[in-house]
Nanobody, 128 residues
Framework: QVQLVESGGGLVQPGGSLTLSCAAS????????IGWFRQAPGKEREGVSC????????YYADSVKGRFTISLDNTKNMIYLHINSLKPADTAVYYC?????????????????????WGQGTQVTVST
């Protein structure tokens, strides 16, 4: 059973940086994708980034390109989302989610229904 646990959220000033972590366990297949989604109050859950277990395929939503960087450390079973130049519009609960098997990340797969295992989320608040 795949388990995902997010951490690293918090209150950050505009322009600041943050790194979110996703601890993953229970994968039986070596080929999977981890997506980062976010959901602001009153809005739909939005897929912002994705990385495959090989690290060879990544995806970023247009709204975060150039500011978000996804990475993984397979030795620790950790996936990270590095966020720079934070804006108030980035305020949301951030979730990591898994899709197995998956060899590539792309805009077309970044809908919540394609990811079947979810973490509990971590709150990111960007405010003065």
């Amino acid at each position: 059973q795949v388990q995902l646990v997010e951490s690293g959220g918090g209150l950050v000033q505009p322009g600041g940086s943050l790194t979110l972590s996703c601890a993953a366990s229970g994968f039986r297949s070596g080929y999977y994708a981890i997506g980062w989604f976010r959901q602001a109050p009153g809005k739909e859950r939005e897929g912002v980034s994705c990385i495959t277990s090989t690290g060879h395929s990544t995806y970023y939503a247009d709204s975060v390109k150039g500011r978000f960087t996804i990475s993984l450390d397979n030795t620790k079973n950790m996936i990270y989302l590095h966020i720079n130049s934070l804006k108030p519009a980035d305020t949301a609960v951030y979730y990591c989610a898994a899709d197995v098997p998956r060899l590539q990340c792309a805009k077309e797969i970044m809908t919540p229904s394609n990811f079947w295992s979810w973490g509990q989320g971590t709150q990111v608040t960007v405010s003065t």
